[in-house]
Nanobody
Framework: QVQLVESGGGLVQAGGSLGLSCAASGADRSISVMGWHRQAPGKQRDLVASITSAGITDYADSVKGRFAISRDNAKNTVWLQMNSLKPEDTAVYYC??????????WGQGTQVTVSS
């Protein structure tokens, strides 16, 4: 059973920075893609950033230049560094891991609140 455990998040003022981390356990093969999605109240869950095992990254346009995703394949861990945060970044952030031939797994979510 694959489990994703997130840490980080919290409350920060606009313009500030926060870091999120997510560690995956229980995977019996390599994790092809790890990433972060977020969901604000009343809105759908959207991709924030993703990274493949080869280090190829993808970002939502709204966070390009402000957020940075990284991972450690050996530790099955992914990080999201969030800089220049804006109130519209407020959401529950979910870690996600995709394992080929196994499926997609989600973390429990961590709240990020950016005050103006």
């Amino acid at each position: 059973q694959v489990q994703l455990v997130e840490s980080g998040g919290g409350l920060v003022q606009a313009g500030g920075s926060l870091g999120l981390s997510c560690a995956a356990s229980g995977a019996d093969r390599s994790i092809s893609v790890m990433g972060w999605h977020r969901q604000a109240p009343g809105k759908q869950r959207d991709l924030v950033a993703s990274i493949t095992s080869a280090g190829i990254t993808d970002y939502a346009d709204s966070v390009k230049g402000r957020f940075a995703i990284s991972r450690d394949n050996a530790k099955n861990t992914v990080w999201l560094q969030m800089n220049s945060l804006k109130p519209e970044d407020t959401a529950v952030y979910y870690c996600v891991a995709n394992i080929l031939s196994r499926g997609t797994y989600w973390g429990q979510g961590t709240q990020v609140t950016v005050s103006s």
